[in-house]
């Protein structure tokens, strides 16, 4: 029986025998030098004695190094590198994983064991059962950002020249098609009413991802040296989000306390300018301040989202629609801009998305009332409808 993580084994014939890498041919094969014996604790200490002979010459430190090495290792190796190349939001989001999820369950393993069948029960045991909050299992998406997490980090070895298993395949769980929400036109009406009512900037923000699509971290980082009144143009250059405080070490103590971020947006594409639809325009002169004031709180104090999505509730609750998150809003701008024949490639920009595929996979969904309208529209080609309420001559038409 092998001895994990020793390479050494007992043969059909009764000997015991390690393996050691030493290296690869072009075509990419590993090639190993095997030592032989009658016992386990034989190959073993002649093992042990080659290596030690060897590796004062440095030709076998690296590869028997790396062939030992813990994902745990590799995970803080790869981790440490992603630091300066990525967002802070990024990196924090990376390091959770890593220290919440990843790092208890699979850590441990050296980098030779690590197989696709054991990732799939990871993810399956995370489905199930990975709440660290509550019983019960994470959703099929949150599992399968652990999976990417996982594939970057063995993807990071390889390149590295860590002895990752090759070839290995990571499957993601299957995901069901997020629920969508949108406000219908009747809801929208009765939302719009009440916030022109209250006459405040919660309310006020509430029209701006309405009728111009901004995220909630967005709307909250705006500030009013972000307008032109005159020209009429809304840009987004920030938006706010509050994350775990990674701190300077990587273990899973930093986690207790969060921060607030003000960064650039979610993507390059993010950051963006949205003409204001001139009916608008009278509400934004209505509330203008200070350029270095933020348009939710009228000083130089911001909201941060957390804060605001509770008043936002608060709010819809006095109106009959607190079933509604706040990204409803955005998906009911980008639903009414297609109702009302919107150049997909003019609204993906606006909405701030890189390419017309994401604004079409993910925010447009055609109501039901466009849906029936453009099936009517097939009564230009059809006899039946042409023929609509009249005796048909068929025949004739032969």
Same mark, same amino acid.
């Given at each position: 029986?092998?001895?994990?993580?020793?390479? #050494? *084994?007992?043969?059909?014939?009764?000997? $015991?025998?390690? *393996?050691? !890498?030493?290296?690869?041919?072009?075509?990419? *094969?590993?090639?190993?030098?095997? #030592?032989?014996?009658?016992?386990? %604790?034989?190959?073993?200490?002649?093992?042990?004695?080659?290596?030690?002979?060897?590796?004062?010459?440095?030709?076998?430190?690296?590869?028997?190094?790396?062939?030992?090495?813990?994902?745990?290792?590799?995970?803080? =190796? $790869?981790?440490?590198?992603?630091?300066?190349?990525?967002?802070?939001?990024?990196?924090?989001?990376?390091?959770?994983?890593?220290?919440?999820? #990843?790092?208890?369950?699979?850590?441990?393993?050296?980098?030779?064991?690590?197989?696709?069948?054991?990732? =799939?029960?990871?993810?399956?045991?995370?489905?199930?059962?990975?709440?660290?909050?509550?019983?019960?299992?994470?959703?099929?998406?949150?599992?399968?950002?652990?999976?990417?997490?996982?594939?970057?980090?063995?993807?990071?070895?390889?390149?590295?020249?860590?002895?990752?298993?090759?070839?290995?395949?990571? *499957?993601?769980?299957?995901?069901? %098609?997020?629920?969508?929400?949108?406000?219908?036109?009747?809801?929208?009406?009765?939302?719009? +009413?009440?916030?022109?009512?209250?006459?405040?900037?919660?309310?006020?923000?509430?029209?701006?991802?309405?009728?111009?699509? !901004?995220?909630?971290?967005?709307?909250?980082?705006?500030? $009013?040296?972000?307008? =032109?009144?005159?020209?009429?143009?809304?840009?987004?250059?920030?938006?706010?989000?509050?994350?775990?405080?990674?701190?300077?070490?990587?273990?899973?103590?930093?986690?207790?306390?969060?921060?607030?971020?003000?960064?650039?947006?979610?993507?390059?594409?993010?950051?963006?300018?949205?003409?204001?639809?001139?009916?608008?325009?009278?509400?934004?002169?209505?509330?203008?301040?200070?350029?270095?004031?933020?348009?939710?709180?009228?000083?130089?104090?911001?909201?941060?989202?957390?804060?605001?999505?509770?008043?936002?509730?608060?709010? !819809?609750?006095?109106?009959?629609?607190?079933?509604?998150?706040?990204?409803?809003?955005?998906? +009911?701008?980008?639903?009414?801009?297609?109702?009302?024949?919107?150049? #997909?490639?003019?609204?993906?920009?606006?909405?701030?998305?890189?390419?017309? %595929?994401?604004?079409?996979?993910?925010?447009?969904?055609?109501?039901?009332? !466009?849906?029936?309208?453009?099936? =009517?529209?097939?009564?230009?080609?059809?006899?039946?409808?042409?023929?609509?309420?009249?005796?048909?001559?068929?025949?004739?038409?032969?």
């Amino acid at each position: 029986m092998a001895r994990h993580g020793e390479n #050494i *084994r007992k043969r059909k014939d009764g000997r $015991w025998e390690a *393996r050691l !890498l030493c290296g690869y041919r072009e075509d990419g *094969r590993a090639r190993y030098k095997y #030592i032989y014996g009658k016992s386990y %604790a034989e190959v073993k200490e002649a093992r042990n004695q080659f290596l030690s002979r060897n590796l004062l010459y440095g030709v076998w430190a690296s590869e028997y190094s790396r062939t030992n090495t813990k994902f745990s290792s590799l995970l803080s =190796d $790869w981790l440490s590198s992603v630091r300066q190349n990525v967002k802070e939001s990024t990196y924090s989001r990376y390091q959770a994983m890593v220290e919440k999820h #990843i790092r208890p369950e699979l850590g441990g393993f050296l980098l030779s064991e690590l197989s696709g069948e054991i990732i =799939d029960q990871f993810a399956r045991k995370k489905l199930y059962q990975g709440n660290l909050k509550k019983s019960g299992g994470l959703s099929p998406k949150t599992v399968a950002g652990f999976l990417s997490v996982i594939r970057l980090a063995m993807d990071y070895g390889a390149g590295k020249g860590y002895v990752c298993p090759p070839h290995m395949v990571i *499957r993601n769980p299957r995901q069901k %098609a997020p629920e969508i929400q949108i406000l219908d036109p009747g809801e929208q009406r009765r939302l719009e +009413t009440f916030v022109l009512q209250e006459k405040n900037t919660v309310g006020f923000g509430i029209l701006i991802s309405l009728y111009l699509g !901004l995220r909630i971290g967005e709307v909250c980082a705006l500030r $009013w040296e972000d307008l =032109d009144i005159k020209n009429g143009l809304l840009s987004v250059q920030r938006s706010i989000q509050r994350i775990p405080d990674s701190g300077t070490e990587t273990d899973s103590s930093v986690h207790a306390k969060t921060k607030i971020v003000i960064d650039t947006p979610k993507t390059h594409s993010s950051s963006r300018k949205i003409p204001i639809p001139s009916f608008m325009l009278p509400l934004f002169q209505q509330y203008q301040t200070e350029k270095s004031c933020y348009v939710l709180t009228g000083s130089p104090n911001y909201l941060e989202p957390r804060m605001y999505y509770r008043k936002y509730k608060q709010l !819809l609750k006095k109106c009959g629609l607190e079933h509604f998150n706040y990204h409803a809003l955005r998906h +009911t701008f980008a639903t009414r801009c297609v109702e009302n024949n919107f150049d #997909i490639k003019s609204l993906s920009e606006i909405l701030g998305h890189a390419n017309v %595929a994401t604004t079409l996979q993910r925010y447009v969904h055609p109501s039901l009332h !466009l849906k029936r309208r453009h099936m =009517d529209r097939l009564e230009s080609v059809a006899i039946c409808g042409q023929y609509s309420g009249q005796t048909m001559d068929l025949e004739a038409l032969l």
